[in-house]
């Protein structure tokens, strides 16, 4: 009975951690949301210095979340990330406005995909 017991408050303390997880995950992602949105407003304003300052921002959120990018998503998913970012720099220093939109694009629908295990 009592390893029952152990089992079920094991049990709970994992949902109700994965629950904390999921919730963090949404209210961030809201954020990075926005400002991803604004780095495509720059982008299509063709005003690389400020799409520029957005990634170092995003590149800055994903270095201190990529542990939890891990967790929620799968490995294909958290790698693309990865990908994306990096490539979103150099389109940016080689002011590729296609190539940029569409990456941020795919950025943002494959963080979506992630938020929304």
């Known amino acids: 009975m009592r390893k029952q017991w ?5 049990v709970l303390f994992q949902l109700s951690f994965l629950n904390t997880l999921g919730q963090a995950a949404e209210g961030a992602s809201k954020t990075i949301f926005e400002k991803i949105e604004v780095m495509k407003t720059h982008v299509n304003q063709e005003n690389w210095d400020q799409a520029t300052k957005m990634y170092d921002q995003l590149d800055l959120w994903y ?5 939890k990018l891990q ?4 490995e294909a998913e958290y790698e693309e990330v990865a990908h994306d970012i990096s490539r979103i720099r150099i389109t940016l220093e080689e002011k590729d406005k296609l190539e940029s939109k569409m990456l941020i694009e795919n950025l943002k ?3 979506k995909q992630i938020a929304n295990f």
């Open 109 to 111: 629908t494959t963080l």
């Open 71 to 74: 967790l929620l998503g799968d």
């Open 63 to 67: 270095r201190k979340n990529r542990w």
């Open 6 to 10: 152990i089992i079920f408050v094991l």
